[in-house]
């Protein structure tokens, strides 16, 4: 009965990814900014409504296996095997602004999380912990982000003279869409997490694995659907974005419920998740895109992660 439930949550999450999509671009349009802006925020911020509740559940349940392994394993399953994929359906074409802003940012959030979290190193400790006022600090650097990009947002529009029509059809569709996802994700973890743990796999496996593939299923889904739509920069942005609410925003929020306990495998996750979050940057920065070649090349590096995750 699980199996069943998967696919018809498959099946809605792609039909509300294709709403919230349409609805996202009919927006920007109207409110004369990029796609960029809205994959950034508001697609970043929706699709990730399934990490939001898994974060702050698992907090207060004190689950930190969990917790920490849906976060970055859903950002290495972002970085690598979605954009991968993405390159592989058509050569990603990045913009000047997602890698000296944007993607940059998502570098410092690999680097500040390595630094809060190495408690043994630089805070004298017994143990490596992120504590409440590192959860709030993690909030702060959200919040800076978001406010950033929409400073960016405003500057656009400045230079954009003509809008569309508004259309209510499209609020309907983002809020529509965004229920959907969230809707469908939550059937697909739950039909997920019952099928593993029947199959007695461990916490942090499915944290890492499972959970993390589950809730990203919208960021997939979202990113296919904007690429074969043409909206190339609307799916780099909802990458891009997901990948710093996540420990910035998430982990934060998680933080400031419950201080969250790293543990040695977490922590290597940690120090994986930057390397290969930099070794993307290199792709972009080498010739301002992502081609087939390396898309393949992510692919695998992701497929060799897992094995190591569920070897180790």
Same mark, same amino acid.
């Given at each position: 009965m699980e199996i069943v439930f998967l696919i018809i949550g498959i099946? @809605?999450? @792609? &039909? %509300?990814?294709d709403y919230l999509v349409d !609805?996202? #671009? !009919? $927006?920007? &349009? +109207?409110?004369?900014i990029p796609t960029l802006i809205i994959g950034l925020t508001v697609v970043a911020i929706a699709t990730g409504v399934p990490e939001i509740a898994i974060s702050i559940s698992s907090s207060l &349940? !004190?689950?930190?296996?969990? $917790? *920490? %392994?849906? *976060? $970055? %394993?859903s950002n290495m399953f972002n970085i690598l095997f979605i954009l991968g994929l993405l390159a592989l359906i058509k050569p990603l074409a990045i913009k000047r602004e997602i890698i000296i802003k944007n993607y940059l940012f998502a570098l410092l959030s690999c680097f500040v999380l390595f630094v809060i979290s190495y408690d043994v190193y630089f805070g004298d400790s017994s143990y490596n912990i992120i504590t409440r006022s590192e959860g709030i600090l993690l909030l702060c650097f959200a919040g800076i982000f978001l406010y950033s990009t929409i400073l960016g947002a405003l500057d656009e529009k400045r230079l954009k003279k003509e809008r569309t029509k508004f259309k209510f059809l499209d609020i309907v569709k983002i809020v529509g869409g965004i229920a959907l996802v969230g809707v469908s994700a939550? @059937? =697909? @973890?739950?039909?997920?997490?019952k099928i593993s743990s029947s199959l007695g796999v461990s916490e942090h496996i499915i944290g890492l694995t499972i959970i993390a593939v589950g809730t990203n299923l919208p960021e997939l889904v979202t990113s296919v659907v904007a #690429?074969? &739509?043409g909206e190339m920069d609307m799916a780099v942005g909802n990458l891009v974005g997901t990948n710093i609410f996540n420990l910035f925003l998430m982990l934060g929020l998680a933080g400031t419920i419950h201080p969250i306990m790293i543990d040695a495998f977490s922590f290597i996750d940690i120090i994986i998740l930057a390397i290969t979050s930099f070794l993307v940057y290199l792709f972009i920065e080498h010739r301002k895109d992502i081609n087939r070649v390396e !898309?393949?090349?992510?692919?695998? $590096?992701?497929?060799? +992660? #897992? =094995?190591?995750v569920v070897i180790r």
């Open positions: 099946f @809605v999450i @792609v &039909k %509300g990814s !609805g996202a #671009v !009919g $927006l920007a &349009k +109207y409110l004369k &349940k !004190g689950s930190n296996e969990i $917790l *920490l %392994g849906n *976060l $970055l %394993g939550d @059937v =697909i @973890v739950e039909s997920a997490i #690429v074969r &739509k !898309g393949i090349i992510m692919i695998i $590096l992701y497929i060799i +992660y #897992v =094995i190591y």
